[in-house]
Structures are given as structure tokens and as C-alpha cells.
């Protein structure tokens, strides 16, 4: 059965800083799909950046970008140019390209934002 | 174009009463998934559904149900609730393939419907 660990169960970044949230899985799938989705606090889920497993290419969006290391089953987040808005629980999700449409989570960071 | 709604929003009942909650997906999505949100588990997958069928069920006990309609709304059922089932259900829709743009495995989340059991 497949798994998504986060190890951090929260992280902070100072305002217009880096920070890097870290995920891996495990499957013995080769196609698969890999997600990043933000929940701002009271408020809805919303998908951030997605890669397909037979990309090598990195995904990004504007200040999102991913480190996807397949064989290290490695599927970090990158956030450049921290905003206050950024704060959210962050949750890396998989998703088997097989026919299995279920979504497997991680467990979330919370990533804090200071002003 | 709207997006995923959840009816309640919130919800308060006591053990042993059973609930329905609803979601209407994107219009033009025919899949719809619900999780169950607690601090302590993260989201945990419920079930699946699409064209009206169960595609998938998570590791929930029988008293939790679901169904989907010919318009793609779908419904969850939890009848004999205990104190352990105060969560927020989350449900989410997906595409189908031809009207997806290459996002069809995306989901899109509905707001929730917290539950509180007392």
C-alpha cells in the first residue's frame, strides 16, 4: 500500500525567506501523481502544484516550485518570497495513475509566516 | 463557475443520531470524494464516486455511506454517530478527462461541513 509522510509537522519563514516543506512517499508504481494542497485556516483546501511521475522537469507556479526526486520517492515544496498569506496547513497528496482514483495525504505542516 | 458546495456547514448532533450531508460538485464533474479531517488522523479517505457508483471506500465502519445522484450531487450518511466521528468532512470533485485540460486527477475541495457529536 502506498504512504506519504511529512516529517515536519510544522515549519516557520520569515517574511520574503525560502522555505522548503518536505514529503516522501512510498509505492512500488512507476506512473503516479503527486500534489501539494494549502489550507488556509478556517477556510478551503486548495490545490497548489501537481507533477506527473513521468516528468523529470520540476513543476512551478510563480513562487511555488517543486524537487521531485523519484527514485529517492522525494517530493519537496518550495515557497520563495514568503508572503503572510502563505500561512496554511500544507499537505502532500498521491494519487496512483493505475486506475486507483484514490488520493493518499500526508499528515500536513503547518507553515507559519512571520511578519 | 461555482465551485464545490457542502451543505451544513455546520452541524451539531448527540450520539446515537444518524446525518446527512450534502455536496454539489463543479458543474460538469462526475467524480466526488469524501474525506474525514481530525487533528489527530489528517484526512482520511472515505469513499468515491462516479456515474452514480462507488469507485472506491477507505477503511470506515458500515455506518458510514454515501451515494451519488444523476446530477452528480452526492450524499453522506453516518447513522449511529459517536463522539469519535466530530470531524470536518471534506468532499472534493475531479473533472472528467474531456473537459479537464490535462488536470482530470486534480481535486477540488468544497469548504467542509464541520460535525460536532456531543
Known amino acids: 500500500a502506498q504512504t506519504v509522510t511529512q516529517s515536519q509537522p510544522e515549519m516557520s519563514v520569515q517574511e520574503a525567506e525560502t522555505v522548503t516543506l518536505s514529503c516522501t512517499y512510498d509505492t512500488s508504481e512507476s506512473d503516479y501523481y503527486l500534489f501539494w494542497y494549502k489550507q488556509p485556516p478556517s477556510r478551503q483546501m486548495i490545490l497548489v502544484i501537481r507533477?506527473?511521475?513521468?516528468?523529470?522537469q520540476n513543476a512551478t507556479e510563480n513562487r511555488f516550485s517543486v524537487n521531485f526526486q523519484k527514485a529517492a520517492k522525494s517530493f519537496s515544496l518550495k515557497i520563495s518570497d514568503s508572503q503572510l498569506g502563505d500561512a496554511a496547513m500544507y499537505f502532500c497528496a498521491y494519487r496512483s495513475a493505475l486506475g486507483t482514483y484514490k488520493y493518499i495525504f500526508g499528515t500536513g505542516t503547518r507553515l507559519k509566516v512571520l511578519a | 463557475k461555482a465551485g464545490v458546495t457542502q451543505t451544513p456547514r455546520y452541524l451539531i448532533k448527540t450520539r446515537g443520531q444518524q446525518v446527512t450531508l450534502s455536496c454539489s460538485p463543479i458543474s460538469g464533474h462526475r467524480s466526488v470524494s469524501w474525506y474525514q479531517q481530525t487533528p489527530g488522523q489528517g484526512l482520511q479517505f472515505l469513499f468515491e464516486y462516479f456515474s452514480e457508483t462507488q469507485r472506491n471506500k477507505g477503511n470506515f465502519p458500515g455506518r458510514f455511506s454515501g451515494r451519488q445522484f444523476s446530477n452528480s450531487r452526492s450524499e453522506m450518511n453516518v447513522s449511529t454517530l459517536e463522539l469519535g466521528d466530530s470531524a470536518l468532512y471534506l468532499c472534493?470533485?475531479?473533472?472528467?478527462?474531456?473537459?479537464?485540460?490535462?488536470?482530470?486527477?486534480?481535486?477540488?475541495f468544497g469548504p467542509g461541513t464541520r460535525l460536532l457529536v456531543l
Open positions: 472534493a470533485s475531479s473533472p472528467i478527462p474531456q473537459l479537464a485540460g490535462g488536470f482530470q486527477e486534480t481535486q477540488y
Open positions: 507533477q506527473e511521475a513521468y516528468k523529470q
